[in-house]
């Protein structure tokens, strides 16, 4: 680097100056990264916060997500998660291999490893998606506690098992409430597959189930309790819960599915707009305009925020898989 | 635009070009991954049972080894090691020590909030 005092930054009175030797693209790249990052650590640590507060009742990850692509019914904790982390650190290298080149004007090189890095956005997003369907969708089911407190159920050997798996549904003329049938400003979510009363009696009549609660023990698991107490804790159910939406959620406490909608949701955007930013740049690649203007100094910034993103990924893979 | 190729991992990993230096941090922080799913997996009963500072010795191991992965992403990937001393230090120190405070001060009040609902007269469970 030359050593004027243009470049070193430190004589900058004179207005044409790069202050720290950067360019102001690029600093302000770096101070939003900054901004964003505290954002997110806001996320994160309100997601602490609560995890804190109710730190012996929270669920525990490796039983939330356990889903495979193509593997059905294998209980597979935290693989497809560490694949995604793969993936994502993979396509941060494709988009350093494009700055690199970029810095060597090799202008196929970097559109051959900007449109790889486009594709592992793209898979990564992807990959989340199929997460939340299967988180929205819930496994087992569970019955929510006036309260607010969630039951499970597990069978002799202290598995969970689903609540349709001994519970049989009685006739019922109920039928869901929506706007097309009565009052049109009226409707109700739809009705949980079995009414609390099904529930009870069908628990009633198979006495090796028993229930969980989101209590956790001394060596970290779910409680499970007796036939005398599992019935008690029924009694103060009040409705089915299945899968997870932003006001209730069969795994545990609902601040659970709350952060994890927001964190990852919010993370997940960052991951679009960060493809469509790459679109964008790797258009203009193709287009030439960066070769023309003498530097590929674009792909650098977009590539600050493309391992932002990598950055966010690692600690919340961290903090809602991990920890 | 040329930085200088830095070496890296303590300076013990001195990579001849860039391109080598990419997938030397990308080997790392594989590997670092790995670990931590391989720890996730068995999670140790040394780790899990005792604890420091009111948080698992496994969740310690897990938070540490994210942030050594977060400077390897920064340094490397984003090329922080490049920049000029008082630019990198404007980021990385506001960002650390903010949020390092405000870890501090929420998790100590979620710590003292689980307290009161435990063993004071608020309940939540009717």
Same mark, same amino acid.
Request: proline share 2%.
């Given at each position: 680097?030359?050593?004027?005092?243009?470049?070193?930054?430190?004589?900058?009175?004179?207005?044409?100056?790069?202050?720290?030797?950067?360019?102001?693209?690029?600093?302000?790249?770096?101070?939003?990264?900054?901004?964003?990052?505290?954002?997110?650590?806001?996320?994160?640590?309100?997601?602490?916060?609560?995890?804190?507060?109710?730190?012996?009742?929270?669920?525990?990850?490796?039983?939330?997500?356990?889903?495979?692509?193509?593997?059905?019914?294998?209980?597979?904790?935290?693989?497809?998660?560490?694949?995604?982390?793969?993936?994502?650190?993979?396509?941060?290298?494709?988009?350093?291999?494009?700055?690199?080149?970029?810095?060597?004007?090799?202008? @196929?090189?970097?559109?051959?490893?900007?449109?790889?890095?486009?594709?592992?956005?793209?898979?990564?997003?992807?990959?989340?998606?199929?997460?939340?369907?299967?988180?929205? @969708?819930?496994?087992?089911?569970?019955?929510?506690? @006036?309260?607010?407190?969630?039951?499970?159920?597990?069978?002799?050997?202290?598995?969970?098992?689903?609540?349709?798996?001994?519970?049989?549904?009685?006739?019922?003329?109920?039928?869901?409430?929506?706007?097309?049938?009565?009052?049109?400003?009226?409707?109700?979510?739809?009705?949980?597959?079995?009414?609390?009363?099904?529930?009870?009696?069908?628990?009633?009549?198979?006495?090796?189930?028993?229930?969980?609660?989101?209590?956790?023990?001394?060596?970290?698991?779910?409680?499970?309790?007796?036939?005398?107490?599992?019935?008690?804790?029924?009694?103060?159910?009040?409705?089915?819960?299945?899968?997870?939406?932003? @006001?209730?959620?069969?795994?545990?406490?609902?601040?659970?599915?709350?952060?994890?909608?927001?964190?990852?949701?919010?993370?997940?955007?960052?991951?679009?707009?960060?493809?469509?930013?790459?679109?964008?740049?790797?258009?203009?690649?193709?287009?030439?305009?960066?070769?023309?203007?003498?530097?590929?100094?674009?792909?650098?910034?977009?590539?600050?925020?493309?391992?932002?993103?990598?950055?966010?990924?690692?600690?919340?893979?961290?903090?809602?898989?991990?920890? | 635009?040329?930085?200088?190729?830095?070496?890296?991992?303590?300076?013990?990993?001195?990579?001849?070009?860039?391109?080598?230096?990419?997938?030397?941090?990308?080997?790392?922080?594989?590997?670092?991954?790995?670990?931590?799913?391989?720890?996730?997996?068995?999670?140790?009963?040394?780790?899990?049972?005792?604890?420091?500072?009111?948080?698992?010795?496994?969740?310690?191991?897990?938070?540490?080894?994210?942030?050594?992965?977060?400077?390897?992403?920064?340094?490397?990937?984003?090329?922080?090691?490049?920049?000029?001393?008082?630019?990198?230090?404007?980021?990385?120190?506001?960002?650390?020590?903010?949020?390092?405070?405000?870890?501090?001060?929420?998790?100590?009040?979620?710590?003292?909030?689980?307290?009161?609902?435990?063993?004071?007269?608020?309940?939540?469970?009717?």
């Amino acid at each position: 680097m030359a050593a004027t005092a243009v470049t070193t930054g430190h004589d900058t009175s004179k207005g044409y100056g790069k202050p720290f030797g950067i360019s102001y693209g690029k600093m302000m790249m770096w101070f939003f990264i900054l901004s964003d990052a505290l954002t997110f650590s806001a996320f994160i640590i309100s997601y602490g916060f609560s995890r804190f507060k109710f730190i012996e009742e929270w669920p525990i990850a490796d039983e939330v997500f356990t889903h495979f692509p193509f593997l059905h019914g294998v209980n597979a904790p935290m693989y497809y998660v560490a694949l995604m982390t793969f993936i994502l650190i993979f396509s941060s290298v494709t988009m350093v291999l494009a700055v690199d080149a970029g810095h060597k004007m090799d202008k @196929k090189k970097v559109t051959l490893y900007m449109f790889l890095t486009i594709i592992g956005g793209a898979i990564f997003v992807g990959s989340q998606a199929w997460e939340w369907k299967n988180f929205i @969708k819930g496994e087992y089911g569970a019955v929510q506690t @006036k309260s607010g407190n969630i039951l499970q159920f597990v069978n002799e050997e202290g598995h969970q098992i689903a609540v349709s798996d001994f519970v049989t549904a009685s006739h019922s003329e109920r039928v869901q409430h929506t706007g097309d049938t009565g009052l049109w400003y009226q409707s109700e979510a739809a009705l949980p597959t079995f009414t609390m009363a099904d529930i009870q009696k069908s628990f009633a009549a198979h006495p090796e189930v028993r229930v969980r609660t989101q209590q956790l023990d001394e060596a970290g698991a779910k409680t499970i309790l007796d036939r005398a107490k599992s019935t008690a804790a029924l009694q103060t159910g009040v409705k089915m819960v299945e899968g997870a939406n932003l @006001k209730e959620n069969e795994y545990g406490h609902p601040l659970f599915a709350d952060f994890f909608f927001f964190i990852t949701g919010f993370h997940g955007f960052h991951v679009f707009s960060g493809i469509v930013f790459n679109i964008i740049v790797f258009v203009n690649v193709i287009l030439g305009t960066y070769e023309r203007r003498g530097h590929y100094e674009m792909v650098e910034k977009v590539g600050l925020y493309w391992h932002f993103v990598d950055l966010v990924w690692v600690f919340v893979f961290t903090f809602f898989y991990l920890v | 635009m040329a930085h200088e190729i830095q070496p890296f991992f303590l300076g013990m990993l001195k990579p001849k070009n860039n391109i080598q230096k990419i997938w030397m941090v990308f080997a790392l922080l594989s590997l670092v991954t790995i670990i931590e799913v391989i720890f996730g997996i068995i999670k140790p009963s040394v780790m899990v049972d005792n604890s420091l500072f009111g948080l698992k010795l496994l969740n310690w191991f897990f938070i540490i080894l994210t942030i050594y992965k977060a400077y390897y992403i920064t340094w490397a990937f984003m090329h922080m090691d490049g920049e000029h001393k008082w630019m990198r230090r404007s980021v990385v120190w506001t960002g650390v020590f903010f949020i390092a405070y405000i870890a501090f001060i929420f998790l100590l009040e979620g710590g003292y909030i689980y307290e009161i609902m435990k063993n004071s007269f608020i309940t939540r469970d009717f």
